[in-house]
């Protein structure tokens, strides 16, 4: 069973996106789904916004993958961010 914050991650980007769920797969890249740097920006507000955390901007240069940006929240969400 996924985590649920996973699941949100997966939902934020599915209905701010239009990405379809079976897109959705740790090792995707975010380039690969289309996201260029405006859509990532856009996506860490909508993150914060969603999860009630503030990402720094040395982390979002770290997220390539849809995985790198579940463990970024997991992360969050288990205050172990940087």
Do not use: N, W
Not at 42 to 58: I, T
């Amino acid at each position: 069973m996924l985590p649920s914050y996973k699941i949100r991650v997966y939902g934020l980007l599915e209905q701010e996106f239009g990405i379809t769920p079976d897109r959705l797969k740790d090792y995707t890249t975010l380039d690969s789904l289309g996201l260029d740097s405006m859509d990532c920006t856009a996506l860490v507000m909508a993150l914060e916004a969603e999860f009630v955390m503030q990402v720094k901007d040395a982390e979002i240069h770290h997220l390539q993958t849809v995985g790198d940006v579940v463990r970024m929240v997991g992360d969050h969400l288990a205050g172990e961010a940087e």
